[in-house]
């Protein structure tokens, strides 16, 4: 019989593990730069990945540089050229931390959307704890800045947005860095719940999690109870903003799922299925694909076609098992946006309503 799925939506490029941070949040720093590097994807084989993605998906799909520092691989610029000439539209995250060499050639390239993990705005400790380095705040923000000045500058089309994880220590900072991207004319801001950092691993080390046995961890529920009712107050101050047009990406619906969740995360969990399988293909610096984050590789694009992989039976397998896995990474954003692949508003529409007809009860 044919296979009907849909042809996915978030694609994403994590094409190295290397990264110069130590977040308190993630784990892909933790290791050896020189053990992974000779084992990443080629230039020559992710253009070759991009253009049979080209063949497969058409022209006008987005996809997402991420990491990993994307940065850190000096051929960023040449693929995202190369994917400009075949028709896909090119994001990237950054922590901003070593591109100040970098900022007129990020305006003048084909990237269309730049992504900058800011998690605070008023007190640069707090981001420089999460990131585990002094001075990562003042170079990220110069970073921002320069760039939003050359942009202007330049006329360039290039959208800047932030993406911001919310923990126990920065709740006190969304409204500020809302208010900040407003008033600095950025294109918009993202919030992401903290997700368990063991799901943010190097690929070269991770072993999968047991998503279907998942619990969270105690340390991590406590971090939620701790938060939970300064968050509340904080997402229903979100829902105004955004209502009176601060260019809050996470839809209303995903918003009042957050406040659902920081109440009982158990009560919203319930209700809600994991969608990845059906719209994410992440690849990572190794060619392994993957439609969770969390479980194994499906395929590897050194070896197999994408729409093979897409279609193969691990793929099958693994979609089963996204329906009943126990993980909450499916409050994330990945399971509403993208990663954050695209602030791409037809994408963000279709989850808003997804979540809409949940949380109404029609699902
Ligand atoms: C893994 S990083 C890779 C790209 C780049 N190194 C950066 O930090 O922007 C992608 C995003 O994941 C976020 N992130 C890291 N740890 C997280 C966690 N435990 N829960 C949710 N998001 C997390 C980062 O803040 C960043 O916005
Ligand atoms: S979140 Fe990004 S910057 Fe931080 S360690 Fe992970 S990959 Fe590096
Ligand atoms: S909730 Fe979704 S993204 Fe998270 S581990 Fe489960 S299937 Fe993967």
């Not at 979100?238 to 990406?249: D, F, N, P, T, V």
Request: charged share 25%; glycine share 4%.
């Amino acid at each position: 019989m044919q296979n009907t799925i849909n042809k996915p939506q978030q694609i994403t490029f994590d094409i190295t593990d290397r990264c110069q941070m130590k977040c308190v949040t993630c784990n892909k720093w933790k290791i050896s730069a020189g053990d992974v590097i000779s084992k990443e994807l080629t230039t020559d084989e992710w253009k070759k990945v991009l253009s049979d993605l080209r063949n497969w998906l058409g022209e006008g799909f987005w996809f997402c540089f991420s990491g990993g520092e994307p940065f850190l691989r000096q051929d960023i610029f040449e693929l995202a050229e190369y994917a400009h000439s075949l028709g896909i539209k090119v994001a990237s995250m950054t922590n901003g931390f070593s591109i100040s060499h970098l900022y007129k050639k990020i305006v003048e390239s084909p990237i269309e959307s730049l992504n900058f993990s800011l998690n605070s705005i008023t007190n640069p400790v707090i981001h420089d704890t999460s990131r585990g380095r002094e001075g990562s705040f003042e170079k990220l923000l110069d970073a921002i800045m320069q760039i939003k000045k050359l942009k202007d500058e330049k006329h360039s089309n290039i959208g800047l947005n932030i993406a911001t994880i919310l923990f126990p220590e920065n709740i006190d900072e969304a409204i500020p860095l809302v208010e900040f991207v407003t008033r600095n004319k950025l294109n918009g801001i993202m919030f992401q719940l903290l997700d368990d950092a063991e799901s943010f691993q190097a690929y070269c080390v991770r072993t999968s999690s047991k998503t279907s046995t998942y619990t969270m961890p105690k340390e991590l529920r406590l971090k939620y109870k701790t938060m939970a009712k300064r968050a509340v107050e904080v997402i229903d101050r979100l829902i105004e903003m955004k209502q009176a047009g601060h260019s809050i990406y996470n839809s209303l619906e995903q918003l009042e799922a957050m406040k659902i969740f920081f109440n009982n995360p158990d009560d919203i969990l319930k209700s809600i299925t994991c969608d990845v399988g059906s719209t994410n293909y992440a690849i990572d610096p190794y060619g392994d694909v993957r439609l969770c984050f969390n479980m194994d590789a499906v395929g590897n694009i050194r070896e197999n076609k994408p729409e093979e992989i897409w279609e193969n039976a691990k793929s099958v397998e693994c979609r089963q098992l996204t329906k009943s896995c126990k993980m909450y990474c499916r409050m994330l954003n990945c399971n509403f946006k993208h990663n954050f692949a695209n602030f791409n508003k037809s994408f963000l529409e279709r989850c808003s309503n997804k979540l809409n007809k949940i949380l109404c009860g029609l699902k």
